[in-house]
């Protein structure tokens, strides 16, 4: 099990899903750009289907913040940078400096 207290961005997708692939550019943008705060993982729900079930994912491409083993925050559907930094911000710890 990692110690690593960074919250988790998991990135639930499939293959065949073109909005999902089409966003895989942007959460690897991401996951380089807050490295230091943020974990991020990919998914995709047709090789894990019972982590999908467990996470209630009924849309891909979905993003769900997990924080503390808890889901903290979530984004269904094709979303642009904007949209995943607000919902980060709300969540992330600022870097000591």
Not at 28 to 47: G, M, N, P, S
Request: proline share 5%; aromatic share 4%.
């Amino acid at each position: 099990m990692s110690s690593d207290s960074r919250p988790l961005l998991v990135f639930f997708g499939a293959a065949h899903s073109g909005p999902a692939r089409r966003m895989e550019s942007l959460v690897a943008h991401v996951a380089r750009k807050e490295r230091a705060r943020l974990r991020v993982t990919e998914v995709d729900i047709d090789r894990q289907p019972e982590l999908a079930k467990r996470f209630r994912i009924t849309t891909v491409p979905t993003l769900a913040l997990v924080k503390g083993k808890k889901v903290v925050g979530r984004l269904e559907g094709r979303v642009s940078a904007p949209r995943i930094e607000e919902l980060l911000e709300q969540h992330l710890d600022e870097l000591a400096a």
